[in-house]
């Protein structure tokens, strides 16, 4: 499947299944997002890492086995919509207060796996804010990733970089 293919099933994909409730890979739970950022915790127990890193290899299986059956997954970059320039993070994500990494529980997995993974503007409706997708792709799956990305760019997109 060449990758203009390719960006034209996801789309229609993606499309099909916007009123799907659940997604078959699990969240991570608060551990393995802290080993996932690199952050270390004064108040966990070696048993708490060694656990996150169970979940991390159970969750590798997973996505291994979901990589099988399909080249990319399609997520959002960030967990709100955009915020105003002057802060670092929203305060706030659907009515629930949330820290400065609040916003980030779509992307820190493909660092804890291993993933290839890149993060690109999404296409919105004119005089929208703009929003951010993430694409990720089994490891050393670089290249195909690159190249769907590059066809979403081209096809899909309508942005110019300045000349």
């Not at 916003?103 to 997995?109: D, G, I, K, S």
């Amino acid at each position: 499947m060449t990758a203009a293919i390719a960006v034209e099933e996801i789309v229609r994909i993606t499309v099909l299944k916007k009123s799907m409730t659940s997604f078959p890979l699990t969240m991570p739970s608060q551990n393995v997002r802290k080993v996932a950022h690199g952050e270390g915790s004064s108040t966990g127990s070696a048993r708490d890492y060694l656990d996150a890193l169970d979940t991390i290899a159970a969750m590798k299986r997973s996505f291994e086995a979901f990589f099988e059956r399909f080249d990319f997954l399609l997520t959002p970059t960030t967990a709100a919509m955009p915020w105003p320039a002057r802060d670092s993070h929203p305060s706030v994500i659907d009515g629930k207060p949330v820290g400065a990494r609040g916003h980030a529980v779509f992307t820190p997995f493909a660092n804890a796996l291993g993933l290839s993974a890149i993060s690109m503007p999404c296409r919105v409706e004119p005089g929208n804010l703009p929003v951010g997708m993430q694409i990720v792709a089994a490891s050393n799956r670089d290249w195909p990733l690159l190249a769907f990305a590059r066809a979403y760019e081209v096809r899909l997109f309508d942005h110019h970089w300045p000349t």
